[in-house]
Structures are given as C-alpha cells and as structure tokens.
C-alpha cells in the first residue's frame, strides 16, 4: 500500500445537448468549449473524499454520496471490486464550469470528468462500457433516473445515438460536413427531476408513430447529409411540448433560430437551454445573435451563447502533477 497521495490528474468533460428533439433519452451529443473539469489523486487512505467543489456558487452537495462525481466513483470502484474499504482511495476536487440546471449535461459532465481523472490517477484501466454505467449513476442521484443521453456523448464525444439496456448500446452517427450547433442558454434553471416529472405516462399511438418516423428520418438525414430529411425530423412531439413553459421564450427563442435560417431549434435536454443546427458554420452567429435577440425581446433577459461544431470530443486528461 502506498503511504503518501499520488499526483493530482485533471481530467475535462464536455457539455452535452440530448434528445435532439425527436429522441428523448437516445440521442446526444458533445459541445466544445463549455465544460467540467475535476482533479483527482490516489491517497492511502481508503474510500472517495471530495475535497473541495468550486463554481457552483454553494448550490452541490458537498457529501461524496450525493454529488454526482462522488456517486459516479463510487460506483466505479464498486464495479472494479474496490469497494470493500481497499487502499489507494481517491480525493476528488471538482471545478464546475457548466451552469447547473441548464440543460447542458452539467450532472453528467462532473460525473464523467471524475471517472475519468480517477481512472487515470488510479491506473484502473477501466474499460468505456464501465465508466459509462458508473457515469449513469450520477444521473440516478441527480434527477432519480439513470438517463444516459448526456454521459454517454460527455464520455465518447460525437453524435451518439443510445439504445437503452442495462449497458446502453452506443452507435456513433455520421455528421455532415460544416454541421454547427448554437446554443443560447438564459439566465434560469429547469431541474431535470422536475422537467421529467411533468412527462406523459402515456402517448397516443399517432405521437407514437410520428416521433419514431421523425428520429428515422433524422438517423436517415444524417447519414445521406440531406438537409431536408434533417430539417423536418427536428420536431419534438413528446418533451417539449410539456415542457416549452419551463424556459422563458422559448418558442419566440426557438421561431427566431427557424427565421434565421436554421435547420431546426429545441430544448437542450429538458432546457433552459435552446439549440439550433445550422449546415452553414457562417450563419451560426447570426442565428445565435436572433436567438439572443428574441430572448431579450420576450422575456427582457440576456443569454450567453456558444457556437460549437455538432459532436466534439469527449472527455479527457488535460493535465498531470499540482494544479495551478
Ligand atoms: N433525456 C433527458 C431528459 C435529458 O430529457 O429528461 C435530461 O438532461
């Protein structure tokens, strides 16, 4: 057993844009430039400790068993069979860099950016289909179901669309060239829990039929690069239409992105954010500037933007030894 703690290891997590509209719970994909980073080193002391949480102005759970990238780890040793009280065990110092309650992937992102610095800190070598399925436990103590939309693209970047299964089965989906997402995200909250709990029990046979061609329209669209097939399946059917009152402006947020020329526009996962795709990375922030602008009009608020291709990377090692 080693008697001092190892070398911090950071890891960064991207956010995460899910359902995509028409696939709630199993489609989703990475975003560059907003993201989660947590630092974790081994220590001889056995169990998860999470030393310090920053950037969540206070709001997370400080306790290892109900914030998500202690959950996350936790899970991941019970996976390995290190859960017994073992040494090396793991510190942990999460620094949020996504908005919480934004729709943004922000409980996967922390729990992803944990799993993957405590893998590398602790030379577990876990494999991807493990780190997934600890990640998903994250998001059972986030919002009390283990959606895996968000960890999953967070995990492995790209456009992944997610088969549900004890371990969800992940198929990368093509993105046509110059495919750009923009993501307006205003100054409000949706908890997940909440947004879920307003969800149909049931759904008539024709909303059925309708949202299952439109997500094979959307798969079809993708792999052909058919902007048309694309366009007209990023309709929402199920969510959204329940769910458009929770995010302020929604819908003059969501007309604006369409007016300017986008493919199609809806609710980041359960929103607030809205996202937008465009074909044509040169519109992108004109469209985001109309959406910014439909926001104020509307609502009288200010939303931040980002511009990010369609399926960035995923989480990663950025660093080794102390953190500056
Ligand atoms: N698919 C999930 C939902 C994502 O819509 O509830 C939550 O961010």
């Known amino acids: ?64 068993d109900e914030n998500t990238a202690g959950v996350a780890v936790l899970k991941l ?35 992803v950016a944990a799993l993957v610095a405590t893998n590398e800190a602790l030379g577990i070598g876990a494999d991807p289909e493990r780190l997934l399925t600890a990640a998903m436990e994250g998001e059972r103590v986030a919002c009390g179901t283990a959606h895996p939309d968000n960890v999953a693209p967070s995990l492995h970047g790209g456009l992944l669309l997610v088969r549900p299964g004890e371990t969800p089965a992940l198929t ?8 750009t997402c923009v993501l307006l995200h205003p100054p409000s909250a949706v908890a997940t829990e909440a947004a879920r709990a307003v969800l149909p029990v049931e759904v008539p046979l024709s909303t059925l039929t309708a949202q299952a061609g439109n997500l094979a329209a959307l798969v079809t669209g993708l792999f052909r690069g058919d902007d048309r097939l694309i366009s007209g399946a990023l309709v929402d059917l199920v969510a959204e239409p329940v769910r458009a009152s929770m995010t302020p402006g929604f819908e003059a947020v969501r007309s604006a992105a369409l007016a300017a020329g986008a493919l199609g526009a809806g609710l980041s996962g359960s929103g607030p954010t809205v996202f937008a795709w ?8 004109r469209i985001g500037e109309a959406m910014r602008d439909a926001l104020e009009r509307d609502t009288g608020l200010q939303g931040d933007l980002l511009i990010s291709p369609v399926g960035a990377p995923g989480a990663r090692v950025v660093a080794h030894g102390e953190p500056s």
């Open 172 to 179: 990368e989906l093509p993105v046509p060239a110059g495919l």
């Open 1 to 64: 057993m080693r008697d001092e703690v190892g070398r911090w290891v950071r890891a960064a997590a991207p956010a995460s844009v899910s359902n995509v509209c028409c696939g709630f719970d199993l489609l989703g994909f990475a975003v560059a430039g907003w993201q989660d980073v947590v630092e974790a080193r081994s220590s001889p002391r056995p169990g998860v400790r999470l030393l310090e949480v920053t950037g969540d102005g206070g709001r997370l759970p400080r306790t290892v």
């Open 278 to 285: 465009t074909r044509e990375p040169d519109w992108a922030a």
């Open 77 to 111: 040793l019970e996976l390995i069979g290190r859960d017994g009280g073992e040494a090396p065990g793991v510190e942990l110092r999460l620094r949020k860099g996504l908005p919480l309650a934004s729709g943004l992937g922000s409980s996967g992102a922390s729990a």
